[in-house]
T-cell receptor, first 112, second 113 residues
Framework: EAQVTQNPRYLITVTGKKLTVTCSQN?????MSWYRQDPGLGLRQIYY???????DKGDVPEGYKVSRKEKRNFPLILESPSPNQTSLYFC???????????FGPGTRLTVT | DAKTTQPPSMDCAEGRAANLPCNHS???????VYWYRQIHSQGPQYIIH???NNETNEMASLIITEDRKSSTLILPHATLRDTAVYYC??????????????FGQGTRLTINP
C-alpha cells in the first residue's frame, strides 16, 4: 500500500531533550516536506526537500533540522525542544510532475 | 496565492449530495483550485484539483465557474465517514519549488444520519 509513515505517533518529552521524528514513504517520491499544525494557525511548512541531499527552509524552520540521505526518509530533528514546539506534525511527499501530496498520519508532540 | 473564502461549517444528511462552496475572486489565470480534507487530526487527504474545466474522480466532482471566481466541491452521496474539515486552496501548480500548501480555516462538514 502506498503510504507515508511517521514515528512515533505520540511523544511527550521534556525541554532540551533531543528527539527525532521519522518519516518514510514507499512511493519513490522526490519531494518531501514537514508541516506543523496549531489551533488557529493552520498548517505551516517547516522544511522541505526536493530530492536526496537537497533541503530548504519553509516558513517556520527555527528550532528544527532535517536531513535527506535516502530518497524514502526525511527525519525531523529537534536538537533542544521547547514548549512552543508542542504541536501536531505532518510529513508529506509528492511525485515530480503530479499535483497530489500525500500526508502521513501525524505525530502529536508535547514538550513540557 | 489567491485568497479563498469558505463557510465555516455545513451540515448534510447522509446519502445526499454535499455541495461545498469556495470563493476565490482574485484567482490568476495560472492558479489551480485544490481541495483537501482532514478527518479529525489525521493527515490531510487530497481530493481533487482543477484549472478551468470541471473535474470528477472517484471521490468527488469539482465545478469551477466560467469566470473562475468560485468553485464547488460535490460529494455525490455523502456518508458519515465524509465528516471532516474541507480545505479549498488556490495557488500556482504545485509541481515546482517549495510546493507548500497553505491551509486556511476550511469548512467543517458534518454528515448527519
Amino acid at each position: 500500500e502506498a503510504q507515508v509513515t511517521q514515528n512515533p505517533r505520540y511523544l511527550i518529552t521534556v525541554t532540551g531533550k533531543k528527539l527525532t521524528v521519522t518519516c518514510s514513504q514507499n512511493m519513490n517520491h522526490e519531494y518531501m516536506s514537514w508541516y506543523r499544525q496549531d489551533p488557529g494557525l493552520g498548517l505551516r511548512q517547516i522544511y522541505y526537500s526536493m530530492n536526496v541531499e537537497v533541503t530548504d527552509k519553509g516558513d517556520v524552520p527555527e528550532g528544527y533540522k532535517v536531513s535527506r540521505k535516502e530518497k524514502r526518509n526525511f527525519p525531523l530533528i529537534l536538537e533542544s525542544p521547547s514548549p512552543n514546539q508542542t504541536s501536531l506534525y505532518f510529513c508529506a511527499s509528492r511525485q515530480t510532475g503530479f499535483h497530489e501530496q500525500y500526508f502521513g498520519p501525524g505525530t502529536r508532540l508535547t514538550v513540557t | 496565492d489567491a485568497k479563498t473564502t469558505q463557510p465555516p461549517s455545513m451540515d448534510c444528511a447522509e446519502g445526499r449530495a454535499a455541495n461545498l462552496p469556495c470563493n476565490h475572486s482574485t484567482i490568476s489565470g495560472n492558479e489551480y483550485v485544490y481541495w483537501y480534507r482532514q478527518i479529525h487530526s489525521q493527515g490531510p487527504q487530497y481530493i481533487i484539483h482543477g484549472l478551468k474545466n470541471n473535474e470528477t474522480n472517484e471521490m468527488a466532482s469539482l465545478i469551477i465557474t466560467e469566470d473562475r471566481k468560485s468553485s464547488t466541491l460535490i460529494l455525490p452521496h455523502a456518508t458519515l465517514r465524509d465528516t471532516a474539515v474541507y480545505y479549498c486552496i488556490v495557488r500556482v501548480a504545485i509541481i515546482q519549488g517549495a510546493q507548500k500548501l497553505v491551509f486556511g480555516q476550511g469548512t467543517r462538514l458534518t454528515i448527519n444520519p
